[in-house]
């Protein structure tokens, strides 16, 4: 299967379990919302992790576990940067409450770009 379209594909799983855990915190919890967003992420880093690990970049040879996990949070937490400064540009920029599930999507678009370049070449790479 291609590499991209099965880290898309990854990512989009990813995508609906941190959408749900950002909606479930901040709509029905009433969460703080940087709050809601940075547990969201957590969620949704360790489900591409696994996912990547075990699809998209499973013909290489791999790191072990920990090694691995600590190279994702550490491409996951940098491709925040992109996505979290987009989120807050967004929000800073729309009306709210209406377009910050609009600024959550926009986000996550920026980070999924950073994200798949440091994983291919960080995260994944060959050992």
């Given at each position: 299967m291609n590499k991209k379209f099965c880290f898309l594909t990854i990512g989009a799983i990813a995508f609906c379990i941190d959408a749900s855990v950002f909606w479930f915190l901040f709509d029905v919890m009433s969460i703080e919302m940087y709050c809601a967003r940075m547990t969201a992420f957590t969620?949704?880093?360790l489900?591409?992790?696994y996912g990547n690990r075990t699809f998209t970049f499973q013909e290489r040879k791999q790191l072990p576990i920990y090694k691995q996990l600590?190279?994702?949070f550490v491409s996951s937490?940098?491709?925040l940067l992109p996505n979290i400064a987009f989120f807050y540009l967004l929000t800073s920029v729309l009306?709210?409450?209406h377009?910050?599930?609009?600024?959550?999507i926009g986000g996550v678009i920026a980070g999924t770009i950073s994200n798949f370049i440091l994983s291919d070449k960080f995260v994944y790479r060959e050992s």
């Open positions: 969620f949704a880093v489900v591409t992790w600590r190279r994702a937490l940098c491709s009306p709210q409450p377009f910050i599930h609009i600024a959550f």
